[in-house]
């Protein structure tokens, strides 16, 4: 587990560093570590069980780094146009569903 650590966190180091010198974005340098180190690429690293239970505790990392750098107003500010968009995205998919649905015949009210 220990060697797994200091794989990923090695290669997550070398291939970040080549990606911000090559202007590539590190989400593409971390993919490309997962693919090489994983179970389909080279097979460094074989545990499954042990790279899920880490990608989960990574996930709980930047979950809780986001989480101390949102500022409340931020999220409340975000909320509001996330339910705003929301709201009308889903009235426009009812829409076009009940269109599409009444076009082609398809009426629920004979049904009963």
Do not use: C, H, W
Not at 19 to 47: D, H, M, W
Not at 66 to 84: A, F, P, Y
């Amino acid at each position: 587990m220990v060697f797994s650590f200091f794989l990923i966190f090695t290669g997550a180091a070398v291939l970040a560093t080549f990606a911000l010198y090559t202007k590539q974005p590190l989400l593409i340098a971390y993919i490309a570590l997962g693919v090489l180190v994983g179970p389909f690429g080279f097979s460094v690293v074989e545990n499954t069980q042990l790279l899920t239970d880490m990608a989960e505790i990574g996930i709980i990392f930047l979950l809780f780094l986001l989480g101390l750098d949102m500022q409340l107003s931020n999220l409340i500010s975000t909320l509001r146009k996330s339910v705003v968009v929301g709201i009308v995205s889903s009235l426009a998919f009812v829409a076009v569903g009940y269109s599409v649905t009444t076009a082609l015949g398809f009426n629920n009210s004979e049904a009963i």
